[in-house]
């Protein structure tokens, strides 16, 4: 018999998400906090050792999502989802009392559990309402991952109001103390609120791994490293590219990262009403699509370039009478050239700020002067080069512009979270704590894996927007891929 929608039903949607919510705030804290503390002077960490701290909650969350889905299943999501909320809040605050890198490490692996309460939620939800409303309900609850924004929005602003706009930096030990009595707080009301359930259907924990056999979930797990993944990935990294490439403060890039996390969580319940209606094969092709047109315009590094123009040839042999930044006069003739500007190399790449800044530019902007380059009294043949063009090209990748595309891609992750989510469902309606537990495996690893491989390709190549490029090969695989997936049997038009 399918499961009936109740009064109770809302409530434990709710409450899951409330949950899911502050669990995913807590979890990407680490890329506010560690960048405040390192640009303020606190710790002298080195880009290595900030890496891994951004990483090590995002790790151990998305390792646990597997065991977590699987002891859902077994014991139920009550039970579950407020041990997760309890554990974490203890790392979480003893955070306030770390001193060294090893202890802020070893306390950010002990709080990244936080992440693994996604697979309790989803296996937690999907017992609540009928396969058919799966993508919707399951979108609704991926609305949780709005807490990224929420950390992005408040925690910036609230490092600066603790520390008294940097006068008292040691007060920064208050953020996690407010974050752990958050966790305790909303553990007891989801105690208080909810009722457990389990699957009916008993399983070894042989027969609970048997569909991790199957390609398709790993195909499923592919697509989300890349729109749950990329999603927490450009979460924290798109702080340190606002701050970098565009020069905003701290809280400013906040601002922006926000404007990216908060819609994703905000689309993700439209997008599994979605997946619900027309099937999630056809969303996530559309999803795929759409981040690819949008990675392409951002592939264009913001940058100055300097190039050879034309020059200026002597007509005929003479000596060189007088030479100024107008004109070269040899012999009788006089040679015009274009105001001179710019330095005297030859090519030359410089990324950095232009004079337009404020401006609000388009598309590449050309100028061109020319540069002598002999002498007075020095003798020329006919066809020497007497002066030297140089083509200078601005392109500003107006913040604004690339703002909009990251808000698009946003958005597209969001749904696109929430169809594979639906893919799940429909496959594996008996196994989704265990099959999205593994999946959220793979989305969460890409989450750790993005910028750590976004900063080598930085290190590596120079160019911020190499990260974007990488992201652009991935879902062109997936869309590869998902061309390639079988119909599901008896789906009708909505195919896997």
Same mark, same amino acid.
């Given at each position: 018999?399918?499961?009936?929608?109740?009064?109770?039903?809302?409530?434990?949607?709710?409450?899951?998400?409330?949950?899911?919510?502050?669990?995913?705030?807590?979890?990407?804290?680490?890329?506010?906090?560690?960048?405040?503390?390192?640009?303020?002077?606190?710790?002298?960490?080195?880009?290595?050792?900030?890496?891994?701290?951004?990483?090590?909650p995002?790790l151990?969350?998305s390792?646990?999502?597997?065991?977590?889905?699987?002891?859902?299943?077994?014991?139920?999501?009550?039970?579950?989802?407020a041990?997760?909320?309890?554990?974490?809040?203890?790392?979480?605050?003893f955070?306030?009392?770390?001193h060294?890198?090893?202890?802020?490490?070893?306390?950010?692996?002990?709080?990244?559990?936080?992440?693994?309460?996604f697979?309790?939620?989803?296996?937690?939800?999907?017992?609540?309402?009928?396969?058919?409303?799966?993508?919707?309900?399951?979108?609704?609850?991926?609305?949780?991952?709005?807490?990224?924004?929420?950390?992005?929005?408040?925690?910036?602003?609230?490092?600066?109001m603790?520390t008294?706009?940097?006068?008292?930096?040691?007060?920064?030990?208050?953020?996690?103390?407010?974050?752990?009595?958050l966790?305790?707080?909303?553990?007891?009301?989801?105690?208080?609120?909810?009722?457990?359930?389990?699957?009916?259907?008993?399983?070894?924990?042989?027969?609970?791994?048997?569909?991790?056999?199957?390609?398709?979930?790993?195909?499923?797990?592919?697509?989300?490293?890349?729109?749950f993944?990329?999603?927490?990935?450009?979460?924290?990294?798109?702080?340190p590219?606002?701050?970098?490439?565009?020069?905003?403060?701290?809280?400013?890039?906040?601002?922006m990262?926000?404007?990216?996390?908060l819609?994703?969580?905000?689309?993700?319940?439209?997008?599994?009403?979605?997946a619900?209606?027309?099937?999630?094969?056809?969303?996530l092709?559309?999803?795929?699509?759409?981040?690819?047109v949008?990675?392409?315009?951002?592939?264009?590094?913001?940058?100055?370039?300097?190039?050879?123009?034309?020059?200026?040839?002597?007509?005929?042999?003479?000596?060189?009478s007088?030479?100024?930044?107008?004109e070269?006069?040899?012999?009788?003739?006089?040679?015009?050239l274009?105001?001179k500007?710019?330095d005297s190399?030859?090519?030359?790449?410089r =990324?950095?700020?232009?004079?337009?800044?404020?401006?609000?530019?388009?598309?590449?902007?050309?100028?061109?002067?020319?540069?002598?380059?002999?002498?007075?009294?020095?003798?020329?043949?006919?066809?020497?080069?007497?002066?030297?063009?140089?083509?200078?090209?601005?392109?500003q990748?107006?913040k604004?512009?690339f703002?909009?595309?990251? =808000?698009?891609?946003?958005?597209?992750?969001?749904?696109g979270?929430?169809?594979?989510?639906?893919?799940?469902?429909d =496959?594996?309606?008996?196994?989704?704590?265990?099959?999205g537990?593994?999946?959220?495996?793979?989305?969460?690893?890409g989450?750790?894996?993005?910028?750590?491989?976004?900063?080598?390709?930085l290190?590596?190549?120079?160019?911020?927007?190499?990260?974007?490029?990488?992201?652009?090969?991935?879902v062109t695989?997936?869309?590869?891929?998902?061309?390639?997936a079988?119909?599901?049997?008896?789906?009708?038009?909505?195919?896997?």
């Open positions: 018999m399918e499961q009936q929608v109740t009064a109770t039903s809302h409530r434990i949607l709710f409450l899951n998400t409330l949950a899911f919510m502050v669990c995913f705030a807590v979890w990407v804290i680490n890329g506010v906090l560690v960048t405040f503390l390192v640009n303020n002077g606190v710790f002298k960490w080195s880009p290595i050792e900030i890496g891994w701290l951004l990483g090590a995002i151990v969350g390792v646990f999502r597997l065991p977590v889905g699987m002891l859902t299943d077994k014991f139920g999501g009550k039970w579950i989802m041990s997760v909320l309890f554990f974490s809040a203890v790392p979480m605050f955070l306030s009392q770390a060294s890198f090893t202890s802020f490490l070893l306390l950010s692996l002990g709080f990244g559990i936080a992440g693994a309460s697979s309790a939620g989803v296996a937690y939800t999907s017992l609540w309402y009928p396969t058919k409303n799966q993508g919707t309900v399951l979108g609704i609850f991926g609305a949780g991952t709005m807490g990224a924004a929420l950390t992005t929005l408040f925690a910036p602003s609230g490092l600066t603790l008294g706009n940097g006068t008292d930096l040691e007060a920064w030990r208050t953020l996690p103390k407010i974050c752990a009595a966790l305790v707080i909303v553990g007891i009301i989801f105690l208080l609120g909810t009722q457990n359930k389990k699957p009916q259907e008993s399983k070894t924990i042989i027969q609970r791994l048997a569909p991790l056999k199957e390609i398709r979930v790993w195909r499923f797990g592919l697509y989300y490293s890349f729109v993944g990329g999603f927490v990935a450009l979460s924290q990294w798109l702080i590219y606002y701050v970098n490439v565009y020069s905003m403060s701290i809280v400013t890039a906040g601002f990262a926000t404007a990216f996390s819609p994703t969580g905000l689309i993700r319940a439209g997008g599994g009403w979605l619900d209606k027309v099937g999630p094969r056809i969303v092709l559309w999803v795929f699509g759409v981040c690819l949008c990675l392409f315009f951002l592939f264009i590094p913001r940058m100055e370039i300097q190039a050879p123009g034309q020059g200026i040839m002597a007509s005929k042999p003479g000596i060189v007088s030479v100024s930044d107008h070269i006069i040899i012999t009788d003739d006089k040679y015009i274009q105001t500007s710019g190399s030859e090519v030359s790449i =990324f950095g700020i232009h004079q337009d800044e404020e401006s609000f530019l388009f598309l590449p902007t050309t100028t061109f002067h020319q540069e002598a380059i002999v002498k007075a009294g020095e003798k020329v043949g006919k066809g020497q080069l007497l002066a030297k063009g140089v083509t200078h090209i601005y392109f990748a107006n604004w512009i703002s909009g595309l990251i =808000f698009i891609i946003g958005m597209m992750m969001g749904i979270g929430a169809a594979v989510f639906k893919h799940i469902s =496959f594996y309606p008996t196994s989704i704590g265990t099959v537990g593994i999946v959220g495996v793979l989305g969460g690893l989450g750790f894996i993005g910028p750590i491989l976004f900063g080598y390709l290190n590596a190549t120079g160019v911020w927007t190499s990260s974007w490029m990488f992201l652009a090969a991935l695989i997936c869309i590869v891929l998902q061309r390639l079988k119909p599901l049997a008896g789906e009708g038009p909505r195919l896997n």
